[in-house]
Protein backbone atom coordinates (compact mmCIF):
# COMPACT_ATOMS: atom_id res chain seq x y z
CA UNK A 1 0.00 0.00 0.00
CA UNK A 2 2.84 2.31 0.82
CA UNK A 3 3.96 2.80 -2.81
CA UNK A 4 0.50 3.24 -3.66
CA UNK A 5 0.21 6.29 -1.69
CA UNK A 6 3.40 7.81 -2.25
CA UNK A 7 2.26 7.71 -6.37
CA UNK A 8 -0.68 9.72 -5.16
CA UNK A 9 0.65 12.17 -2.78
CA UNK A 10 2.89 13.20 -5.94
CA UNK A 11 -0.07 12.89 -7.98
CA UNK A 12 -1.43 16.28 -9.72
CA UNK A 13 -5.18 16.55 -10.82
CA UNK A 14 -5.33 17.81 -14.22
CA UNK A 15 -8.46 18.08 -15.48
CA UNK A 16 -8.71 17.86 -19.81
CA UNK A 17 -12.08 19.35 -20.85
CA UNK A 18 -11.05 17.53 -24.40
CA UNK A 19 -10.87 13.91 -22.77
CA UNK A 20 -14.18 13.98 -20.93
CA UNK A 21 -16.24 15.12 -23.97
CA UNK A 22 -18.51 18.08 -24.45
CA UNK A 23 -22.08 16.49 -23.02
CA UNK A 24 -19.78 16.28 -19.43
CA UNK A 25 -19.15 20.04 -19.08
CA UNK A 26 -21.11 20.27 -16.15
CA UNK A 27 -18.72 17.71 -14.52
CA UNK A 28 -15.33 19.57 -15.84
CA UNK A 29 -16.79 22.62 -14.43
CA UNK A 30 -17.17 21.61 -10.73
CA UNK A 31 -13.92 19.25 -11.26
CA UNK A 32 -12.03 22.12 -12.14
CA UNK A 33 -13.50 24.12 -9.10
CA UNK A 34 -12.48 20.89 -7.01
CA UNK A 35 -9.14 20.78 -7.97
CA UNK A 36 -8.38 24.20 -6.73
CA UNK A 37 -9.68 23.34 -3.60
CA UNK A 38 -9.31 19.78 -3.01
CA UNK A 39 -12.90 18.84 -1.48
CA UNK A 40 -14.72 16.03 -0.46
CA UNK A 41 -15.98 13.33 -2.93
CA UNK A 42 -19.08 11.46 -0.90
CA UNK A 43 -19.80 8.55 -3.60
CA UNK A 44 -23.07 7.81 -2.26
CA UNK A 45 -25.60 9.36 0.14
CA UNK A 46 -29.57 9.73 0.01
CA UNK A 47 -29.81 13.04 0.85
CA UNK A 48 -27.73 16.63 0.00
CA UNK A 49 -25.25 17.70 1.97
CA UNK A 50 -23.64 20.22 -0.24
CA UNK A 51 -20.54 19.15 0.54
CA UNK A 52 -18.01 18.99 -2.36
CA UNK A 53 -19.03 16.61 -4.98
CA UNK A 54 -21.85 14.38 -3.73
CA UNK A 55 -23.56 11.46 -5.70
CA UNK A 56 -27.01 11.06 -4.78
CA UNK A 57 -28.59 7.96 -5.10
CA UNK A 58 -31.95 7.92 -6.26
CA UNK A 59 -34.31 4.93 -6.42
CA UNK A 60 -36.53 4.18 -9.77
CA UNK A 61 -39.80 4.18 -7.25
CA UNK A 62 -38.42 7.79 -6.19
CA UNK A 63 -38.39 9.56 -9.27
CA UNK A 64 -40.13 9.83 -12.71
CA UNK A 65 -38.69 9.58 -15.92
CA UNK A 66 -38.32 13.31 -16.23
CA UNK A 67 -38.02 14.57 -13.14
CA UNK A 68 -35.51 17.57 -12.67
CA UNK A 69 -32.94 16.41 -10.27
CA UNK A 70 -30.17 19.02 -9.54
CA UNK A 71 -26.65 18.06 -9.00
CA UNK A 72 -24.77 14.71 -9.55
CA UNK A 73 -27.15 11.10 -9.32
CA UNK A 74 -26.77 7.54 -9.42
CA UNK A 75 -29.89 6.01 -10.73
CA UNK A 76 -30.94 2.30 -9.71
CA UNK A 77 -33.40 -0.46 -9.17
CA UNK A 78 -32.68 -1.32 -5.47
CA UNK A 79 -33.59 -5.40 -4.47
CA UNK A 80 -35.79 -4.07 -1.45
CA UNK A 81 -37.38 -2.20 -3.97
CA UNK A 82 -37.86 -4.50 -6.46
CA UNK A 83 -41.50 -5.66 -5.00
CA UNK A 84 -43.32 -2.86 -4.58
CA UNK A 85 -42.27 -2.17 -8.93
CA UNK A 86 -43.29 -2.77 -12.17
CA UNK A 87 -39.36 -3.93 -13.14
CA UNK A 88 -39.51 -3.58 -16.93
CA UNK A 89 -40.88 0.08 -16.48
CA UNK A 90 -38.17 0.21 -13.84
CA UNK A 91 -35.45 -0.43 -16.21
CA UNK A 92 -36.82 1.63 -18.93
CA UNK A 93 -36.74 4.23 -17.01
CA UNK A 94 -32.52 3.69 -16.03
CA UNK A 95 -32.40 3.58 -19.54
CA UNK A 96 -34.53 6.80 -20.47
CA UNK A 97 -32.34 9.05 -17.86
CA UNK A 98 -29.03 7.17 -18.44
CA UNK A 99 -28.39 10.22 -21.30
CA UNK A 100 -28.62 12.77 -18.75
CA UNK A 101 -24.66 13.72 -18.70
CA UNK A 102 -25.68 14.25 -14.17
CA UNK A 103 -26.51 10.76 -13.61
CA UNK A 104 -23.10 9.41 -13.31
CA UNK A 105 -23.89 6.15 -12.16
CA UNK A 106 -26.08 3.19 -12.34
CA UNK A 107 -27.49 2.13 -9.02
CA UNK A 108 -27.66 1.60 -5.95
CA UNK A 109 -28.37 -2.28 -7.12
CA UNK A 110 -27.07 -5.47 -6.27
CA UNK A 111 -27.92 -8.60 -4.19
CA UNK A 112 -29.21 -9.01 -1.28
CA UNK A 113 -29.45 -12.65 0.98
CA UNK A 114 -31.02 -10.89 3.97
CA UNK A 115 -34.27 -10.15 2.42
CA UNK A 116 -37.85 -11.57 1.31
CA UNK A 117 -37.43 -11.44 -2.35
CA UNK A 118 -35.25 -14.37 -3.42
CA UNK A 119 -31.92 -14.66 -5.39
CA UNK A 120 -33.58 -16.06 -8.37
CA UNK A 121 -35.83 -13.16 -8.78
CA UNK A 122 -32.39 -10.11 -7.83
CA UNK A 123 -30.26 -11.84 -10.41
CA UNK A 124 -31.80 -10.90 -13.59
CA UNK A 125 -32.60 -7.55 -12.74
CA UNK A 126 -29.20 -6.94 -11.27
CA UNK A 127 -28.18 -8.52 -14.90
CA UNK A 128 -30.58 -6.03 -16.97
CA UNK A 129 -28.10 -3.34 -14.60
CA UNK A 130 -25.11 -4.45 -15.41
CA UNK A 131 -25.76 -4.51 -18.81
CA UNK A 132 -27.19 -1.08 -18.93
CA UNK A 133 -23.95 -0.27 -17.21
CA UNK A 134 -21.57 -1.43 -20.30
CA UNK A 135 -24.14 -0.37 -22.86
CA UNK A 136 -24.44 3.80 -21.59
CA UNK A 137 -20.55 3.10 -20.14
CA UNK A 138 -21.35 4.20 -16.51
CA UNK A 139 -19.90 2.78 -13.50
CA UNK A 140 -22.04 0.33 -11.00
CA UNK A 141 -22.94 0.98 -7.31
CA UNK A 142 -23.73 -2.15 -5.66
CA UNK A 143 -25.84 -2.80 -2.87
CA UNK A 144 -24.69 -6.91 -1.60
CA UNK A 145 -25.44 -8.56 1.67
CA UNK A 146 -24.44 -11.82 2.60
CA UNK A 147 -24.17 -12.84 -1.76
CA UNK A 148 -20.05 -11.71 -2.07
CA UNK A 149 -20.08 -15.16 -3.57
CA UNK A 150 -22.74 -14.40 -6.43
CA UNK A 151 -21.72 -11.05 -6.40
CA UNK A 152 -18.06 -12.09 -7.66
CA UNK A 153 -19.51 -14.63 -10.67
CA UNK A 154 -21.61 -12.63 -11.73
CA UNK A 155 -18.60 -10.21 -12.36
CA UNK A 156 -16.27 -13.05 -14.02
CA UNK A 157 -19.23 -14.34 -16.05
CA UNK A 158 -19.78 -10.43 -17.22
CA UNK A 159 -15.95 -9.35 -17.43
CA UNK A 160 -17.41 -5.57 -17.14
CA UNK A 161 -15.30 -2.80 -18.92
CA UNK A 162 -16.97 -0.11 -16.06
CA UNK A 163 -16.10 -0.08 -12.59
CA UNK A 164 -17.93 -2.01 -9.93
CA UNK A 165 -18.06 -0.07 -6.74
CA UNK A 166 -19.34 -1.89 -3.85
CA UNK A 167 -20.82 0.24 -1.52
CA UNK A 168 -21.15 0.63 2.34
CA UNK A 169 -18.31 -1.95 3.02
CA UNK A 170 -17.92 -4.02 6.26
CA UNK A 171 -16.69 -7.37 5.83
CA UNK A 172 -13.43 -8.71 6.62
CA UNK A 173 -10.24 -8.24 5.07
CA UNK A 174 -9.60 -11.07 3.66
CA UNK A 175 -12.92 -10.71 1.90
CA UNK A 176 -11.84 -7.21 0.88
CA UNK A 177 -8.42 -8.26 -0.90
CA UNK A 178 -10.65 -11.00 -2.59
CA UNK A 179 -12.71 -8.47 -4.30
CA UNK A 180 -9.62 -6.10 -5.01
CA UNK A 181 -8.18 -8.89 -6.92
CA UNK A 182 -11.47 -9.12 -8.61
CA UNK A 183 -11.29 -5.92 -9.92
CA UNK A 184 -13.35 -4.12 -7.44
CA UNK A 185 -13.56 -0.70 -6.34
CA UNK A 186 -14.70 -0.52 -2.39
CA UNK A 187 -16.78 2.13 -0.57
CA UNK A 188 -17.13 3.27 3.22
CA UNK A 189 -19.03 4.88 5.35
CA UNK A 190 -20.21 5.58 9.07
CA UNK A 191 -19.01 1.72 9.55
CA UNK A 192 -15.44 3.14 10.08
CA UNK A 193 -16.54 4.57 13.42
CA UNK A 194 -16.56 1.45 14.85
CA UNK A 195 -13.35 0.63 16.16
CA UNK A 196 -13.72 -2.99 17.09
CA UNK A 197 -15.44 -3.72 13.59
CA UNK A 198 -13.84 -5.10 10.45
CA UNK A 199 -14.38 -2.03 7.96
CA UNK A 200 -11.11 -0.19 9.42
CA UNK A 201 -9.20 -3.49 9.26
CA UNK A 202 -10.67 -3.80 5.67
CA UNK A 203 -9.94 -0.20 4.32
CA UNK A 204 -6.27 -0.86 5.68
CA UNK A 205 -5.51 -3.94 3.61
CA UNK A 206 -6.93 -2.48 0.64
CA UNK A 207 -4.89 -0.45 -1.92
CA UNK A 208 -5.69 3.60 -1.86
CA UNK A 209 -6.28 3.45 -5.61
CA UNK A 210 -9.44 1.40 -5.14
CA UNK A 211 -11.26 3.91 -2.27
CA UNK A 212 -14.54 5.73 -2.02
CA UNK A 213 -15.71 7.47 0.90
CA UNK A 214 -19.86 7.89 1.64
CA UNK A 215 -22.27 9.02 3.94
CA UNK A 216 -25.01 6.34 2.98
CA UNK A 217 -28.36 7.07 5.01
CA UNK A 218 -26.58 7.83 7.72
CA UNK A 219 -25.79 11.47 9.75
CA UNK A 220 -22.12 10.98 9.82
CA UNK A 221 -20.84 13.83 7.03
CA UNK A 222 -18.88 13.27 5.06
CA UNK A 223 -15.74 15.26 6.58
CA UNK A 224 -16.10 13.07 9.37
CA UNK A 225 -15.63 9.83 7.48
CA UNK A 226 -12.95 11.52 5.40
CA UNK A 227 -10.91 12.25 9.07
CA UNK A 228 -11.65 8.41 10.09
CA UNK A 229 -10.05 7.38 6.76
CA UNK A 230 -7.04 9.34 7.01
CA UNK A 231 -6.39 7.76 10.18
CA UNK A 232 -6.50 4.42 9.16
CA UNK A 233 -4.24 5.49 5.70
CA UNK A 234 -2.04 7.24 7.92
CA UNK A 235 -2.38 10.07 5.10
CA UNK A 236 -3.66 13.69 6.01
CA UNK A 237 -7.02 14.75 4.42
CA UNK A 238 -6.00 16.58 1.80
CA UNK A 239 -3.87 14.03 0.19
CA UNK A 240 -6.07 11.13 0.51
CA UNK A 241 -8.71 14.10 -1.11
CA UNK A 242 -6.39 13.77 -4.07
CA UNK A 243 -6.22 10.04 -4.16
CA UNK A 244 -9.81 9.61 -4.14
CA UNK A 245 -10.49 12.62 -6.76
CA UNK A 246 -8.14 10.94 -9.17
CA UNK A 247 -10.14 7.52 -8.44
CA UNK A 248 -12.78 9.11 -8.82
CA UNK A 249 -11.72 10.95 -12.46
CA UNK A 250 -10.20 7.10 -13.53
CA UNK A 251 -13.73 5.22 -12.76
CA UNK A 252 -16.15 8.10 -13.75
CA UNK A 253 -14.33 10.10 -16.30
CA UNK A 254 -12.82 7.11 -17.76
CA UNK A 255 -9.15 9.35 -17.92
ZN1 LIG B 1 -27.58 3.60 0.24
Redesign the pocket.
Known amino acids: MVHGLLFWVEFRIDIDIKSVGVANTMLVKQLSQMSATQEYLNI?C?RRWSHGLELL?LDTAEITADAEIGGFYSLGLHPWFMASQDIRQALAKIAARAHDPAMLAIG?CGLDKAIETGLAEQLPVFQSQIRLSEQFAKPLIIHCVQAFNELMRCKTANRPAQAWIV??FRGKPALARQLIRQGFYLSFGKALRNETGYAGQALAAIPIERLFLET??DEASISEIYGLAAKITGLDVKNLQTCILGNFKRVFLHD
Open positions: HHSEHGDA
